[in-house]
């Protein structure tokens, strides 16, 4: 063979060799699968480095996966885990990595001041910065009279044809289906959901895509995430958030948090736990209450963008009862609005 | 097709080790992988739920590739059709600037304009809304948006093929048949260059994942990708990817007979033919050549303007930050991937060269290589995650390395890039080589034959710079290539923020490509 190719060959696989270098190194790293968006997760995780000089290897979900490409690749890397802390930006999927056993118990000091509704029993996740289950109204569309109060505004006849959801298969819809099986019942929720298809509701994508499409003036209003209102409302789009359910007897609004966890057999625990006790802290909650996403503090104490009430009446539900109700709720919401 | 003494030559010669390097290489990225994924599929699909399979077949009616892929092979002909004849029956000044930049649409990827489209033209959040509003997000914007960025597979073949027209024989054409006569010989001689461009933006549009995803188009490569990362449904995943692979399939083996009929296997160009001797359409044709790469080259540039780079809000100090990370982070990652996918698209292309391969397999076998090219993205990026992901074995190393990143983009590209190198062998005199073996030389020392592989590496280094959808499956933790980021920052980043980094992108994509392109002499004289 000629010199020329053997040296092309040569430095073709000196190159390879070179990018194939694992990242980072083994003292002082940690490794974080994180489904909360880049933009709002990267300056938080680059702070961590800054304070405690661990380097930290993050992997983002992409938007189309939603959480759950993340909690697959956990899932598949769960006899040799190279992940170290899973950040999943609600709890749905965590349950279930939990029911799986592949989460580690973990109390951090940091979880003390944070309520027992957004906590594990055993320790195994713990949720803190939460998104609210909101009504994007369109104020054009909709007088202020009419404006949606209740989860089953989403019912009226008045507006049929001109009501949004996401498809309920994924993401927060997906979690709020899970939680409305849990909380009400299978029967009453699934026939909420039946009168839902009924009174003409449109599936969109995604949350985003639904603001857009409430934005736009093609829908009066539909059942969105208080991050994604928030890009509406800093664009200065006419639209308002209602939190439903906020009266006396009322259920209250879903509230979504992230949740943190430690993975089992995660190659650096204590660097994980460090990154955990760092993310829980009340600092990290204020940056996100007032970053872009507009996440909710779920303690008292910390300030919550302007907009968003300061007194707030949320649904009370047992996470695990969701993570079980999740796989029933699925097969019903896909079998009654997919098919 | 394989005579006795090409074997001779292969084997006997030693040169079987060039071949074995090849389709190793193909086998680590791509072979093994689908197998992988196949055994994987076949194995859950005994135990798996019926009901999910039964829902697949109406996902897969409702879906969009078809139209698609034809819309935008339309799209992608007009542009990529109109530019070539202009610029080689025109011949406006700078000639090698102007062929030269019929590749350029390539280096854009188009989920890049797809951005920019959005931000131009689609519905505002603000009171004022864009110019289509919603009706942006439709089939026929997202195959137009497809269609300018793969003008260059038209574009490029179809110039080389009226290059090497026989000038003679189209003014006997004229003279004996009249005008309409010569244009439909002409057009006989385009035919098989204007069908390989067809086959070559069919395909590429069937696999495409990011842009329809952008433009909120349901494609089978998003079936199969959501099918595989929410429900982790391998059997479903290969369910959706049945049609898509079979089409694909058949346009590799169109494409390889196309290449065969191809007009273009000569080093010497005729000198051509003028359409006009009349001065002023050649004045002109510098403007239409400009807004025929208007869309894939200047749209990137006008989303700076347009509310983004220059809107106030953007003008935060974290835009800086953002962009110099964007800058020293993930472009050393793209720029150090790219390139050492580039380098070793040269070596497998100096192989093929070295092998004599390309002389073995001719007609519509050559298609064969482009069949693992045919594998969609995210179908890749599966495949890759399956195989190369077996905790507890040492092979770990490599699933939790950068190495992924490029086996995804070899995976890919390598194909499309020796299929390249083979249109670039073929242009070759065959006597030559054969001198070249009587003494005893590999025809690597023909002149040009390294050099000229520097395009086949250019073309690999754009692609793989831009590369998305199997790459957000594979990455390791701590590495985010620019395109990656982008994605991750289009549903909640500023214009200004997205475009920052989509212009880091470009730079990293045109700059190295460039000399690439300079180095394989492309542009100039023959090797176009």
Redesign the interface.
Known sequence: ??W??SV??L??FA??A???????NSKGVV???CSL????SEEILKLFEKETGI??????D?????T??LV??L?????????DVFWNNEVSQTVVLAERGLLESYDSKEAATIPKDFRDEKNRWTGFAARARIFIVNRKQVPEADWPRRLEDLLRPKYKGKIAIAKP??GTTATHGAALFSSMGEAKAKDFFRKLKANGVVLC?GN??LK??V??G?FAYGLTDT?DFN??RL????VEAIFPDQGASERGALLIPNSLSLLKGAPHSANGKKLIDFLLTAKVEGLLANG??AQIPVREGIKRPDWIPQKLRWMSVKWADVGKAFKPSQRFL?DEF?? | MFSRSSIHRVVLK??G??LV?ILLLLALTDYLPLASMLSRGYKEFQNSEPRMIQ?LP?SIAQSASLRLGLATTLVAMIFGGAYAVLVETLRPRFLWLWRFLALLPLAVPSYLVALSAIAIFG?????T?GLL??ALYSWPCCALILGVCSMSFVAVPLGSTLRRMDAAQLEAALLTRGRWGAFLVLLRSCRPALFLGAFLVFAYTLVSFTTP?LM?VKVLT?LV??R?????DVPGALFAMGPLLLLTFLCSVGIGWMLSKTHFDSTRPSDGFLWTSSPWPRRLAPLLLLLLLTPSLLFPCAVVFDGGWIAPETKESGLWTLFDRALNENAWITF??S??AA??A??AG??LS?SGLHRVIQGKWLGLFLVPASIPGPILGIGL?LFW?R??EPW???Y????ML?FASLGRFLPLGLLLSLMILKRHEKAHEEVAYLGGR?P??LRGH?REHALTAAIVYALTAGEYSAS??V??????PLA??I???????RTG?VAAMSLVLIAVIFVPCAFFLFCAGYGRGESA
């Open positions: 063979m000629n020329r190719i092309a060959v430095l073709a190159a390879l070179v990018a194939c270098t694992r990242t980072g490794t974080v699968y968006d880049q933009i709002h380097t930290v290897r993050a992997k983002w992409t938007e189309a996966a939603k759950t490409g697959n690749a899932i598949a890397e769960a006899s040799s885990p190279r992940c298969l994924f994508a985003a895509q857009d499409r934005v736009a093609e991050d890009l509406a664009a200065g789009a006419e872009r996403s896909q997919i098919k | 030693g040169r080790f060039a390097l829902l109406l519905p505002k959040e603000s009171p809304s509003g919603e995803e909120r998003e990708y959501a595989f990362s929410s429900f982790r150090k991937l390139f050492t380098m070793i040269w070596g100096l192989a070295a995650v992901n905790p507890g770990l190393s490599i939790d390395s950068e190495a490029i590999s690597l020392l390294i957000a499956l990455s390791p933790p701590g590495s985010t990656v980021k994605m991750g920052f289009v549903h909640f980043g923020e």
